[in-house]
């Protein structure tokens, strides 16, 4: 991001502005695909800040969020970033970070730079957003597994899915990897009257359109204010039912404004758990023969339990009484899933984990027969392991909470929490490989739900892959390493 404002139309975005003297994101000869959505004036408009606008003026800077820069890197604070980030919340306007992100440096002091700034986002908060315009003289997968880490301990330690800032072409010369769609992306580009797409992704989220003569980048958000406001969990809540919901129908999905009534339940896919609202006004979480969670409301009057179109999952009495809830309001098109794994989980559009039962934590799982693949429902727990069918390369879930990936006794990769609670690494019936703590909080996951009988594959080529039917999900980019 450059040293810049954002203002659009009526509704303005402010974002901090990024490092001086960066690598130019908006300009290059590779051919990329073209992507209208709102236009250089739509409604909803912004500016990023930095050290570099001084200290600016966000009561009368008449825009609707902004973003403010934490620092450059791993060793360079942004002086103007607490009094920004205060004065965003005092002067009623959505706040975002960002962080200049330096791939020479180590990613997960970075990113713990940006979790310590933040800390766990709240309403009127938008997503941490990564600036990568950089390489530091890196080559491509040395960036982009730093990237992804950088993005997985931002997601856990803040609570929201990250952004991430680039330009197109600068993605595809130096970043070259098409795994990063589930994140939303921020492209700059000046001058066009569309942004372009880098592959991986088949649209964007905000458009840095001008970076104000080097004064004060200027962005529209590709969406309503609705949206935005849904990104920083301020939507109005949702008032109690005035009937009863609409059924669900096929399984292991409730979506919006679907739900259960008293008597009623709703089975995963793979019929093995259900979901109850019974008769004595409890929530419960039926799988292998007992209850696995439970809304503890038994004895009340609950009635009927439904998801929310504002992203909430909510168990109302029959006077309309909210007896219990998700508290995921602020998340509009949220869906509830009854997953193959006995968990159910509050989902967010972006496929980020907004809540969970932690029902499928009931013991240890399966353990990976053979070897170089961990099959759905299987998985290794605290000090075990899986190994390549060449026995030259090792995935561990150590003793220290950190998943490893090992070459000959060499760390390769790993997801960066060390020091924590890890304690299982299980590949999810639905598709997603997802580390959970002793407590059954998520700490890690592929982001690869929705693909039901997904495989996890360590290769001989040194390479960490969630495959569906052939196709590659998300890999960790460490092949011939």
Known sequence: MRNSLLAIGSLAVVLAACSANTDDVGSSGEAVTMKCGASANGPVQGVDVSIYQGNFNWSAAGVSFGYARIGDGEYTSDSEFGPNWSKMKAAGVMRGAYQFFRPNQDAAAQANLMVKAVGKLGAGDLPAMIDVEATGGEPPWV???????????????????????????????????????????????????????????????????????????????????????????????????????????????????????????YESCDHRFALAMQTDGNLVIYGAGRALWASQTSGSDGYAAIMQTDGNFVLYGKHSDPLWSADTSGHGGSHLAI?????????????AALWASSSNIIGAP??????????????????????????????????????????????????????GQGYLAIMQGDGNLVMYGYKGNPLFWTGTNGHPGATFAAQADGNLVVYSNGAALWASHTNGR
Not at 339 to 351: A, E, F, I
């Open 366 to 419: 399966a353990k990976p027969t053979g070897c170089g693949d961990i099959s759905p429902d299987h998985g290794i727990v605290s000090g075990e392991s899986v190994s390549s069918c060449d026995g030259h390369y090792s995935l561990a879930m150590q003793t220290d909470g950190n998943l490893v990936y090992y070459h000959d006794g060499h760390a390769i990769w790993d997801t960066g929490t060390a020091g």
């Open 143 to 265: 960036i982009a597994q730093k990237i992804h880490q950088w993005l997985q301990i931002v997601e856990s330690g803040t609570g929201k899915r990250p952004f991430i800032y680039t330009g197109s072409y600068f993605w595809q010369d130096y970043v070259k990897d098409t795994s990063f769609g589930q994140y939303p992306v921020w492209i700059a580009a000046y001058g066009p009257s569309c942004p372009s797409l880098p592959a991986g992704w088949s649209n964007w989220l905000m458009w840095q359109y001008s970076d104000g003569n080097g004064k004060l980048d200027h962005d529209v958000f590709n969406g309503s204010l609705a949206q935005l406001k849904a990104y920083a969990g301020v939507s109005v809540p949702q008032g109690p039912p005035t009937q009863p919901p609409a059924k669900p129908s096929g399984c292991g999905e409730i979506k919006p404004g679907q739900g259960l009534v008293a008597g009623e339940s």
């Open 339 to 351: 997953q193959d794994d006995g968990n159910v989980v509050v989902y967010s559009p972006q496929s």
